[in-house]
C-alpha cells in the first residue's frame, strides 16, 4: 500500500514540479517555495525505496546485518527531508503572512533565507540526532526507541514549526477579517490569495493532525492498536506527497490557465502550420509553372536581330566566330 503510494505522490511531484519550471510565465516566488516544498518530498519518497530496496530486497530475510551503514545513512535521509517537508511548509505559512501584512518586501531575500534555512536547519538537527544515536543507541538501523529523549530530537522541531504555522495563520485570520470590512475595490488584491492561504491551512491542518496524534504514542502497543496505527500512518504519509501536488500544481488557477493557453497555441499552430505548407506548395507549383512558360518568350527575345542604334539585353554577350 505505502509504496503505491509514494510511487503516486512521486510522479505526481515530478510533473508538478516540471510544469512550474518548463513555463516561464509561472516563474515566481510563491512558485519558487512550492518546487522546494516538492523537492523535499521527492526525496522523502526515493529515500524511502532505497532503503526498501536494501532492506527487504527478500522477504524471508532482513538486511540490515549485511548494510549497517548505508542503511543508517538512508533513514538519516528519511528523517531529514520529513523534517524539510514540515521546514517547507513552515516557509509557506511565513509567506502567506508577509503577504498579507506586508505591502512592500523584498521576495528574493525572503527566499534565499528560506532556501539556507529550510535546508540548514534540518540538517544541523539530523547530525545532532545521528551523533547522539551513535553514542547511546547504535543498534540496528537506528529504528530502535529506546531512548525516548533521543527521538525527541527530531519531534520537537517538527512540533514547533507546526505551532508556528498554527500563529501565521491566527494572524493570517485576524487580517482577512479586518479586510472583509472594507469596500470590495480595497480588499480585490487578496482575491488571488484565497485559494493559496485554503491549500496551505489544509495542509497544515492534516500534518499536524496527522503529527499529533501519532508524536505522543507510547512506545510498546497492543497489536491491534499497532496494526491500526501503522496502517493510518503509512496511509497518510506515502500520499501527502499527492496532496501538495494537487493543491499546490494541478488545482492552482494560474497553472491551469497557463496549460490551456499553451494547449490552444498548440493547436493553432497545428491548425495554421499545416495550411501554410500547403500554401507554400501550391505557391512553389505557381511559380515554377510561369518560370517554366517565360522560358520560350526569353529564347525568342534573344532570338531577335538586333537593331541598329538601340540595345539588345546580349549586346555584350560575344557571338562564337
Known sequence: MYTAGYTFSLISLALATAILCVFRKLHCTRNYIHIQLFVSFILRAVFIFIRDSLLFTNEELYHCDYYPVACKMVLMFSNYSILANYSWLLAEGHFLFTLVTRSFFSRRKHLACYV??????????????????????????????????????????????????????????????????????????????????????????????????????????????????????????????????????????????????????????RHFGSGSRVNDGRRRTHHGSMSHSSNPALTQVLMLPSVPGVPTQDAEVKQPS
Open 116 to 269: 539556507t534555512l529550510c535546508w540548514g536547519l534540518p540538517l544541523a538537527v539530523i547530525v545532532t540526532w545521528g551523533l547522539a544515536k551513535y553514542s547511546y543507541e547504535d543498534e540496528g538501523c537506528w529504528e530502535s526507541r529506546r531512548h525516548e529523549g533521543i527521538w525527541w530530537i527530531l519531534r520537537v522541531p517538527v512540533l514547533l514549526t507546526i505551532c508556528m504555522n498554527l500563529m501565521f495563520f491566527l494572524g493570517i485570520l485576524k487580517v482577512l477579517i479586518g479586510k472583509l470590512q472594507l469596500p470590495d475595490a480595497q480588499r480585490s488584491e487578496f482575491s488571488q490569495y484565497k485559494r493559496l492561504i485554503k491549500s496551505t491551512f489544509f495542509l497544515v491542518a492534516l500534518f499536524g493532525l496527522q503529527y499529533m496524534i501519532f508524536v505522543f504514542l507510547p512506545v510498546t502497543l497492543s497489536p491491534p492498536v499497532f496494526r491500526i496505527w501503522t496502517f493510518a500512518e503509512l496511509a497518510l504519509s506515502s500520499t501527502q506527497g499527492f496532496v501538495v501536488a494537487v493543491l499546490y500544481c494541478f488545482m492552482n488557477g494560474e497553472v491551469q490557465q497557463e496549460i490551456q493557453r499553451r494547449w490552444r497555441r498548440w493547436c493553432l499552430n
